[in-house]
């Protein structure tokens, strides 16, 4: 699906239904949402205005949320803002990588248009006159906000009316006091590495006795409170972007103290046997991991940098649950659209790999929760994508969709969980040691993988009896019409969002 006009026949609805620029004006939401048309000025909280949006960013989270079925996560809030909305169970990013991914949601424009591939690229290079997501709902009357991580490389074009950045050094001293109160006990196992950019440690995790209020994500669900309360009387939209669960893995020691490392999921590299890796690309398999970089991980390792990650993000769902409190506090649930979602997915010791910026499933799949009004609360098994994300939230808010924008609106699948997603959905990345560039494509069943168009290796994974990725498909004669026919997929994609 590479077209509006594809979508309209997916969806089953009409143009001027959806709004889409080009194909007809937009229709206002129904009066059961609580909508108004687009040009209506912000007026005190009442059910005739538009809806609030509170979008929330969980940096590097992925899938291991209980309401994703994670047997060991501890995510009551995520879990609970799941209940009252719609999970979707198949969503996929663009890049696996924060500031690409990012530009990528907050324009709605696929990686090969936007032209950013890597963490210091501004999305003006390759769009310089898009309007974000934040910037079209303040040009379209709302009191708008950003507080933590939101874009990666800031955006001098987007000036809202609060904009509050995350002081990102503040974790990184609480896990060198870590280590320090470590070495001071007689543990000399993890010597810090002297980096460009200050201390690296190989298991960059560790719990704290600090108390919450030291920690980037404590202050910023505090401004995002603070944030709420200002904004009460007026519609908005507000995008908290929270840091953990990236690395480093730290949080108070309570969280830590909910796992027991003995019984955390080991996946199938460290469990007895192995992986045979073999027929998997060198460019898949990055060397320089964001976690165990100077030496790999041994089997106790693994459980306790899984314990880590899963303890940072109960800390962080604890802190979505401050600022979710504070919404229903303010009487703001029941008309404000709330959207969490992680910048992309994450590798925790999945084909030896602890890192971002992958291709395989866990590197791709993300989170993807919506709830509030125009949505029916349930689970969506269909395919989408993070770059529907813009397309979605302005079409809920009964706002235009621009023309730049190349997702498509999740109204639909709102409405009823139960519709079919996208016949395939697409991501990219620059491979970090090869600096190859891979691109995937997954139809539902099958994913395929290709670098350098093929010419790098290839990948061809059938989900249907091999979710884990374990086997590669991609050189058996039996399955070259597919991967002839999903390569033509991956070209024709690139080739219309470059064009458009």
């Known amino acids: 699906m590479n077209t509006r006009r594809d979508f309209l ?9 959806l709004g889409v620029p080009g194909l007809g004006k937009p229709a206002p939401l129904s009066p059961a949402l609580g909508a108004a048309p687009a040009k209506t000025p912000p007026v005190k909280n009442s059910a005739l205005r538009r809806p609030n949006v509170l979008f929330l960013i969980v940096d590097d989270l992925t899938t291991t949320l209980g309401c994703y079925g994670d047997r060991d996560a501890h995510t009551p809030h995520m879990d609970a803002l799941a209940a009252r909305g719609v999970r979707f169970d198949r969503a996929y990013t663009q890049f696996s990588l924060c500031n690409p991914s990012r530009c990528s949601f907050l324009t709605g424009c696929y990686p090969e248009r936007t032209q950013v591939y890597d963490l210091v690229t501004s999305l003006r290079v390759g769009l310089p006159g898009a309007v974000t997501l934040p910037q079209h709902f303040k040009n379209s009357g709302y009191i ?6 939101v874009f990666h490389v800031p955006d001098p074009k987007t000036k809202l009316e609060v904009e509050t950045g995350a002081a990102l050094h503040k974790d990184n001293v609480i896990l060198d006091e870590a280590k320090l109160a470590e070495a001071s006990e007689g543990d000399l196992s993890d010597p810090p590495h002297t980096t460009p950019h200050g201390k690296a440690y190989n298991r960059c995790y560790a719990p704290s006795s600090h108390p919450d209020s030291d920690f980037t994500d404590y202050k910023i669900a505090g401004d995002a409170i603070k944030t709420l309360e200002e904004f009460k009387d007026k519609t908005f939209f507000l995008a908290v ?31 007895p046997g192995g992986e045979d890796l073999t027929h998997t ?76 910026q992958t291709l395989f499933e866990e590197g791709t799949h993300v989170p993807l929760i919506v709830a509030g009004p125009g949505v029916t609360p349930g689970v969506c098994a269909g395919l989408v994508e993070q770059v529907d994300i813009f397309p979605t939230l302005a079409g809920l808010a009964g706002l235009d969709i621009p023309k730049t924008v190349q997702g498509m609106t999740l109204q639909p699948l709102l409405a009823d969980p139960s519709m079919p997603g996208k016949p395939m959905v697409f991501s990219t990345m620059e491979s970090t040691h090869t600096k190859l560039m891979g691109r995937r494509v997954n139809d539902g069943r ?13 990948q061809l994974y059938d989900h249907a009896s091999d979710p884990h990725e374990l086997n590669n498909l991609a050189d058996l004669p039996q399955h070259a019409g597919r991967v002839q026919q999903m390569h033509e997929q991956l070209a024709q994609h690139v080739k219309d969002v470059r064009s458009k």
């Open 9 to 17: 026949k997916w969806a089953g609805l009409g143009a001027v239904a």
């Open 144 to 149: 708008a906000g950003r507080i933590g991580k």
């Open 241 to 271: 972007g929270f840091i953990r669960p990236h690395t480093p893995y730290v949080a108070p020691r309570r969280f830590f103290e909910l796992f027991d490392p003995q019984k955390i999921y080991i996946p199938y590299y460290y469990q």
């Open 281 to 356: 690309p060198k460019a898949a398999l990055r060397p320089n991991n964001n976690v165990f970089s100077y030496q790999a991980a041994s089997l106790k390792e693994a459980r306790e940098a899984r314990r880590a990650y899963h303890a940072s993000t109960a800390w962080v769902d604890s802190q979505v649950g401050r600022v979710l409190a504070k919404l229903k506090e303010l009487h703001l649930d029941e008309n404000t659209i709330v959207l969490l979602t992680g910048d992309h997915g994450y590798q925790l010791g999945e084909h030896g790999l602890w890192a971002k």
């Open 446 to 458: 099958f994913r395929y993988i290709e670098w350098d168009d093929g010419r790098g290796g290839r």
